[in-house]
């Protein structure tokens, strides 16, 4: 298997621009998870899916944050629009929902806001 | 509420000496305990993880982590540390109060192995 895959891998963008992640989930899973991480705050879970279903948003920063899971194949992770506070690293992670639960992380998105 | 406590930032350990890292937990139910590795520039990476059985783990890269119920710790130890085992670890648990995958994450600690 693939694992979970992230793209783009990097992106610079300038205030006010948006910004759309993107994250394709180990096939066969059925929870997908966004998370962020920063110096400061560490990592920090946004939102999770289970059966292509969000289930608990409440990390989501702001309006300006918005994800969505079409299929279970696929999902991503809007800012519109982006500041420079959003510069991060985001990760996805993906999780079959059987015992044991293990997560397994994407390589990140690595996120400039100018 | 389901917690994990990192008490260390960073551990300074040299070559060849054993290392621990600590972690503590409180949750609620039995606990599902997991470890993960954070290369630089890189996602986390799962080591380990303690679901019921042994109290001793055995994981990747020649970790293991010892489950102890009454002190509530999962620590991660490692007979023999490596230059390469230098990271940033992370201790999770299950959280049991909805039947989810959501993971509670430490705030990690910094693990530097000097030659």
């Known amino acids: 298997d693939a694992g979970v895959i992230q793209s783009p891998r990097h992106e610079v963008t300038e205030m006010g621009q948006e910004v759309t992640l993107r994250c394709k989930p180990i096939?066969?899973?059925?929870?997908l998870f966004w998370y962020r991480q920063t110096m400061m705050r560490g990592l920090e879970l946004l939102i999770y899916?289970?059966?292509?279903?969000?289930?608990?948003d409440s990390g989501m920063p702001e309006d300006r944050f918005s994800a969505k899971m079409p299929n279970a194949s696929f999902s991503t992770l809007k800012i519109q629009p982006s500041e420079p506070r959003d510069s991060a690293v985001y990760f996805c992670a993906s999780s079959s929902g059987r015992v044991p639960n293990t997560q397994y992380f994407g390589p990140g998105t690595r996120l400039t806001v100018l | 509420a389901q917690s994990v406590a990192q008490p260390e930032d960073q551990v300074n350990v040299a070559e060849g000496n054993p290392l621990t890292v600590k972690c503590t937990y409180s949750?609620?139910?039995?606990?599902?305990l997991f470890w993960y590795v954070q290369y630089p520039n890189r996602g986390l990476q799962f080591l380990l993880k303690y679901i019921t059985g042994d109290n001793l783990v055995k994981g990747s890269y020649g970790f293991e982590a010892e489950f102890n119920k009454s002190q509530t710790s999962f620590h991660l130890k490692k007979p023999s540390a490596l230059v390469s085992d230098s990271a940033l670890y992370f201790c999770?648990?299950?959280?049991?109060?909805?039947?989810?995958?959501?993971?509670?994450f430490g705030t990690g600690t910094r693990l530097q192995v000097f030659p």
């Open positions: 949750v609620s139910g039995n606990p599902y």
């Open positions: 096939s066969g899973h059925d929870y």
């Open positions: 999770a648990v299950r959280d049991g109060v909805y039947n989810t995958d959501k993971l509670i």
């Open positions: 899916f289970n059966n292509n279903v969000p289930i608990d």
